[in-house]
């Protein structure tokens, strides 16, 4: 990315995205919270995971910190590595 500071356009609409994702992160801990099946909690969770990742690469842009975006990749990693494993597991108890 290059040095330069983001035009304030730009910056609003990032902030503005990153509430939205914020809003989604709540209803998907919600969601988690309450699921009353593990199918419930299982979309909440990928819901969770796919948010953060979203969130800290916009959070990288707006704070212009090239580390936050391999921790998202990082992050996006482990998602698909979990909803694997609890797929895996799942599907031996039926």
Do not use: N
């Not at 609409?13 to 809003?23: D, P, R, T």
């Not at 990742?53 to 998602?79: E, K, N, R, T, W």
């Not at 979990?82 to 031996?92: D, N, P, Q």
Request: avoid cysteine.
């Amino acid at each position: 990315m290059a040095t330069e500071s983001l035009s304030s356009t730009i910056q609003v609409s990032l902030m503005f995205a990153l509430f939205l994702l914020m809003v989604s992160l709540v209803i998907g801990l919600i969601r988690a919270w309450k699921g009353p099946s593990i199918e419930d909690r299982f979309s909440s969770l990928l819901l969770i995971s796919s948010t953060g990742v979203a969130i800290m690469f916009i959070l990288g842009l707006i704070l212009q910190l090239p580390a936050l975006y391999d921790s998202a990749l990082v992050l996006a990693l482990l998602a698909a590595v979990i909803s694997i494993a609890l797929t895996r597991l799942e599907s031996h108890h039926d």
